[in-house]
Each structure stands twice: as C-alpha cells, then as structure tokens.
C-alpha cells in the first residue's frame, strides 16, 4: 500500500513541499530586493535634502522639504 516505485502519495507530497520552499526561497529574495531598493533611493532623498539644506544654509535661505 503505496511502498511502491515512488510515485505514492508521499513521493508527490515531498515535490509539492519542495516547489512550496522554492517558491517562499524566491518571495523572500524578491523582497529582500526590495527592501534594499527603497533604502537606497530613500538614503539618496535624504542626501539630497541635507545637501539642499547646507546649501540654503549657506545661502542664507531655508526650504522644509518633506522626504
């Protein structure tokens, strides 16, 4: 009762639990992706308003640019 050639319940049962690991495998890889795309722009925004604000410091004028 399904000790056979490995096409039992089990053996299917291991390939469905394997395609499920590749896929969360990938979903965490895709957002970890992501993650670090927006931490980089949002580091570039802050960059740029600390330059825009030394600037105008410097200037003697003032901008309150929301991120």
Do not use: P
Request: charged letters at 35%; zero cysteines.
């Amino acid at each position: 009762m399904g000790h056979g050639g490995g096409t039992g319940t089990g053996e299917k049962m291991k390939e469905g639990a394997a395609r499920s690991v590749e896929k969360g495998k990938a979903t965490v890889d895709n957002s970890a992706r992501t993650a670090a795309r927006v931490a980089s722009e949002t580091g570039q925004k802050i960059k740029e308003k600390v330059k825009r604000s030394l600037s105008d410091h410097k200037t003697g004028t003032e901008t309150h640019d929301e991120l």
